[in-house]
């Protein structure tokens, strides 16, 4: 059992909620690693602005996804993989591809 639980919809605060739905406005959905940093909007925040500023980079979508499987694989990280599997296929990967 993980020792900090992500947060729950009906007793998140208005900043939680703030940034949990504008995770599952993009993503539709929200991962739970995500809702585990809501615990501390500002660790949230601070996340989503790295990641956003990484996507600003040059390269495509397709292949920071590619890459972010080939170090979840390399790292055994199931969870990892398997929300990479879903975004990399958001990123127009084929089922062969995140194989």
């Not at 208005?14 to 539709?28: E, N, Y």
């Not at 996507?55 to 929300?83: F, H, K, M, T, W």
């Not at 296929?89 to 995140?98: C, E, H, I, T």
């Amino acid at each position: 059992m993980p020792r900090l639980q992500p947060v729950q919809a009906d007793t998140a605060t208005p900043q939680a909620t703030k940034i949990l739905d504008g995770v599952r406005q993009k993503l539709g959905m929200v991962p739970n690693m995500i809702s585990t940093m809501a615990q501390s909007p500002a660790v949230a925040n601070g996340y989503l602005s790295f990641s956003g500023a990484l996507a600003a980079g040059d390269l495509s979508p397709s292949l920071r996804e590619q890459i972010a499987l080939a170090v979840g694989q390399s790292n055994e990280c199931n969870y990892c993989v398997s929300a990479h599997s879903l975004l990399g296929q958001k990123a127009g990967l084929s089922a062969d591809d995140v194989l």
